[in-house]
């Protein structure tokens, strides 16, 4: 198996949306913000390749929305999916399986583009299959009325009318063990209806792909919770949870929305789980 780091693209979002009730100056310490309130985030995927199957976990906004629509996250930097397959010698058409924690449009939107002349959409993986849940994908095509700017028809709906649609398993309790694309998934409910962390073996290590229940090193504090979640409680018990076993496991945490931090660990504190060691990809995954 090996790992490689896919950036899709970074971006801003306001600060006190992703802190919730913790006050700005608490938060800018890990976080700064620019003079809009806005801080650095990123869409960090990761692609597996595992024998015959290229699996590729979230994939970003996307391209196919209007100059507008981008106008409010001020995307900097030079990095996009395609160039960042190409950067190890992988074309989107290579993927096999897309694997997506949840369907807010910042983690699927580069799943469907536009078709050649514009009249409709297409999937952007052609030969892959997408991975989501039933349970999730009720409440994405249903949503609420707090979700629903997150949930953009046109990034999920053609995925099902593609055929390449495909759901995994959803456990009685938080943790499917052996997924059908062959690692482990927790499921956690309190940012979105079950939203699934990856947990991959590799090597010696475990990585854990974070998603939205840890965006940056600056919310491991249990209270630091996006004002985004529908269910901030739960978000908090759910984090005390993960962040216990990944302190007892010493699990790798693969940070998607962190722009300066890309794998971590933590530790067990007398103020609670807080960071130990701080990595990049590169260390982790030799590439």
């Known amino acids: 198996m ?22 700005k100056s608490i938060w800018q310490r ?7 309130n806005m801080i650095d985030l990123s869409a960090r995927c990761l692609l597996i390749e595992d024998g015959d199957r290229l699996i590729l976990i ?8 209007s100059d507008k ?3 409010y996250y001020y995307m900097w930097g030079d990095f996009n999916l395609d160039s960042s397959l190409k ?18 449009f910042d983690h699927c939107g580069g799943s469907i583009q536009w078709n050649k002349d514009k009249t409709g959409y297409e999937p952007a993986f052609k030969n892959a299959h997408f991975w989501t849940n039933e349970d999730h994908w009720q409440w994405a095509t249903q949503p609420n009325r707090r979700e629903k700017a997150s949930f953009l028809k046109e990034n999920i709906l053609p995925m099902e009318e593609s055929g390449q649609l495909k759901f995994t398993a959803v456990p009685e309790n938080d943790l499917l063990k052996n997924s059908a694309l062959g690692f482990d998934i927790f499921f956690a409910n309190g940012h979105t209806d079950k939203q699934m962390i990856p947990m991959i073996r590799y090597q010696d290590k475990t990585i854990a792909f974070m998603a939205d229940l840890l965006p940056t090193v600056g919310h491991i504090p249990l209270p630091y919770v996006m004002g985004y979640d529908t269910r901030p409680l739960l978000t908090m018990n759910e984090k ?3 962040l216990n076993m990944a302190a007892d496991k010493n699990l790798y945490l693969f940070l998607e929305h962190d722009a300066h931090n890309e ?25």
């Not at 090996?2 to 006050?23: E, H, R, S, W």
């Not at 890990?30 to 809009?36: G, I, L, R």
């Not at 979230?58 to 929305?65: A, I, L, R, S, Y």
């Not at 794998?263 to 960071?275: D, S």
Request: charge should be negative.
């Open 2 to 23: 090996t790992l490689y780091p896919i950036n899709t693209g970074n971006f801003k979002l306001d600060g006190g949306a992703m802190f919730g009730v913790v006050p």
């Open 30 to 36: 890990t976080n700064p913000s620019d003079a809009n």
């Open 58 to 65: 979230d994939n970003g906004m996307g391209n196919k929305q």
């Open 87 to 104: 950067q190890y010698g992988f074309h989107r058409d290579d993927i096999t399986d897309v694997f997506l924690t949840h369907l807010h």
């Open 69 to 71: 629509f981008f106008g």
């Open 263 to 287: 794998i971590i660990t933590v530790q067990h504190t007398e103020k609670g789980v807080r960071l130990k060691d701080t990595f990049t990809t590169r260390q982790i995954f030799n590439n």
């Open 240 to 242: 005390e949870k993960f």
